[in-house]
């Protein structure tokens, strides 16, 4: 089978994602099953529709001035700042400067679906961007966290695709050759929950007259296969010079059709469409969908290339519908920014019937490999596997290797299953995927067994088990959420150390006959884990392995932060990162915590997450993995955090938005540190 | 101090140390960023220090032997396990508290029993 699918490859021509206290773990990782929701997919290979237009000068792949324009500061994904006025030595001095509470904020016991929010605050035109869960633009004093301006773009607030409010944040774009006077050569955009985007002058606030339909796109315009369902624009579009290159997030787990996942490339100025890249063959995109970009991509600006990390197909948990070869689905795609034509392409999962989504964009690095300087990319995967491949032409780094893996056990119909998966050789594996989860004996112990017993009732013969119908189901490990989620990988090119934060949650998951699943799911609704995949054969149930205390039936920790050694590929240091808490009780350090959002990396030497279950944000070294920092946010900080300087003061920035896959907590808070004056 | 007064000391300190745990763990409930603000923990713990107080309340009135070691049994599971919330929720002041009332607690059961008391003719 395929790994590597260079651009001439002909699929390309043709086709375009402790006891009481101890309880609180299992509430709290219940939920983890359904952060899958956001997902995209794809349908065709760059169909140009207009000439691109491009003005902006090649930016190297690493800025020469400290930079946090974008959400992951950078097109490179790398989440570095060159700022080095806090480091390890002062970090411990740290202190809130400033914070704003946006408003913007629901549990979901009122008329508004919950919010989640993981918006990463872009620091641009001096001023600090951010977009809210109730679809609003915000602009800060980066100093003072004063409001200069705010937009709300009135979108509905219904959960047209997903079971929350979701939101990302902004992306923000200036012109290389700015017309003097006039309006819009800097403009900040948000996407909406039902597709629209919108464009608004950085300086004024006002909407852009000169972009699509008086500064309002309409991206729900291009959903014309399996349009019963929208697209959302949860996550803001990657800006690559005067392109924004658009995915979008749906909804692959309950029907077996789905809107395929198509990426948009929009004229940054106009809002015309310049090129459409799909995903998926169209042999299959009738029956189908997603497959799409729901997460932030890299680009490097110099390669002309732009990586975008390609989920699974729907539904997610049965493949019978698109037993043709879909080459393009759970990859890293590279596409050239211009055209839209594919580059390369890597298939991480073939035939994904786990919901494993590439889920986070690659990260781009230069590194020195046996003396051999190399044009990397990383590409972190749910499966908590770390692939490293030549970022101008898709080849191995260390080799990956196509191994075999287990087929069905007969009780699924129409399952065609992948003989092989491939494997890297190196880095090793971020989990230990390489037998089956060892029971936890303090769960197994106060649940007198039900662990163990649930064990032998899961089918299990190693990584990449398929789903089944037999039994308890098939265990799945690492689960559906991710061993690494859209956060990705954070790099240091100083010192070529990456970083990343991974979750460490066992799933099983049983297929039902349509008929055997209305029976069961009658009265559970979606809380349970049962999902339709309306259409296929089969609904599903998805639940995290607990014992009826709700304690985790595998044992810790449930979520580690990792550092390696990009020359090597060795891991340098390894520790549980936060503290799980449930019910307001923190349980021991050891343990660790599940993990959504992503770190940043200082020159300082410094390492800033929040991402944990106890809503703190924390500061780590580099160096060792020690705990130099924290602080108490007013929710789980899910989302990236921001390093910038203003008026020669370096600021970290965390949004503490929370979401209720990892806690029943939300918040609206923008937090921002620095050191004492 | 008066002689009923001194017998009940342990009482009080054990009621007072229970308040003030109360407190703590109100206050940890209702402010902000505490780590555990409207959290359940934080109102049981809250719950736990009342209970406590109640029953350093009862400390103080009941005579009967029997009824006494009860209340004082209960009381330290109440302070044990309060302790050990506090511990989990990272409220190291209502563990102070329950050190204090545990204190209490010890200088009541040190107090000669009312069996014990000399009879007054």
Known sequence: MPTFLPATHPRFRSVTSVLGTATALAACLTPITLLAQDQPSPQKTGSQEQGPQTNAAPIPLVPGEPTWDSFHGQLNAQKYSPLEQINADNVGDLEKVWEVHTGDVSDGHGDLPPTVWSATPVFANDTLYIGTPFYRILALDPGTGEEKWSFDTQSTLEALTQPALKNRGVAYWEAAEPDAGEACQKIVYLGTMDAQLFAVDADSGEPCASFADNGVLDVNQWNNTNAEWPLSLLQPPTVVGDHLILGWAGKDWAFEQAPPGNVFSINARTGEREWTFEVLPEEVREQSGTANIWTHMSADEELGLVYLPVSSPSPNYWGGNRTESAPLATSTTALDIETGEVVWSRQWVHHDIWDYDINSAPTLMDITVDGEEIPALIQATKMGFLFVVNRETGEDVWPIEERPVPGGDGSVEGEVYAPTQPFPTKPAPLLDQSEKPKIWALADAVSFGQCSALWEDLWYEGMYTPPTTQGEGALTYPDSSGGVQWGGVAFDPENQIAVVNTSHIVQYVKLYSREDYDKADSGSGNESGFSPQEGAPYGMRLEVARNWLGMPCWEPPFGELVALDMTTGDVKWRRPVGVTQQYGFFMPESWGSPTIGGPAITAGGIIFIGASMDAKVRAYSLETGEELWSDQAQAPSVSIPAVYEYEGRQYVAFIAGGNSILKDQVGDQVAVYALPK | ?121
């Open chain 2, 1 to 121: 101090m008066s002689q009923p007064l001194r017998a009940k000391m342990g009482a009080i300190v054990l009621l007072i140390a229970s308040l003030v745990g109360l407190a703590i763990a109100l206050y940890a409930y209702f402010t902000p960023l505490t780590g555990v603000t409207g959290t359940l923990g934080a109102l049981v713990a809250g719950a736990a220090c009342f209970a406590l107080a109640v029953m350093a309340l009862l400390l103080m009135l009941v005579t009967g032997r029997g009824a006494t070691i009860a209340l004082r049994l209960l009381i330290l599971i109440g302070i044990a396990g309060t302790f050990f919330a506090g511990l989990l929720l990272h409220q190291r002041w209502i563990d102070a508290a329950m050190v204090v009332g545990l204190i209490g607690l010890i200088i009541d059961i040190a107090r000669p029993s009312s069996h014990a008391r000399p009879a007054h003719f």
